[in-house]
């Protein structure tokens, strides 16, 4: 069974985050799902136009406390499989981040 650190990568300027993406939910959401060994996140936007990216983008800011200018999509544009880059945050604030927005699992 794997856990969230696994899907938390700290580098020099910030984190990596490996996520998948569910559009078009009713609200947003994020969560661990540990059998892909990565993050679920609900947009409540389309995947189309690149809509559901830009609503990541914004959610990760506001759950993060950073600017959209921060936060980057590094590998999976027009996947759902998609590994997000944030910067001028530390894997403790992320893990405490999540934590505080209630994601289970051994963080």
């Known amino acids: 069974m794997t856990r969230p650190l696994n899907a938390i990568i700290e580098r020099e300027n910030g984190v990596l985050l490996e996520i998948e993406v569910r559009p078009n939910a009713k609200k947003r959401a994020i969560g661990f ?62 893990i405490e981040s999540l934590k505080r927005i209630g994601v289970s699992g051994e963080i």
């Open 33 to 94: 799902n540990r059998w892909r060994s990565s993050f679920e996140v609900k947009i409540d936007q389309r995947a189309e136009h690149g809509r559901a990216n830009e609503a990541i983008i914004r959610f990760f800011a506001d759950i993060f406390s950073l600017k959209p200018s921060n936060i980057t999509i590094i590998r999976g544009l027009k996947s759902r499989h998609k590994t997000i880059e944030l910067k001028g945050i530390t894997k403790e604030e992320v």
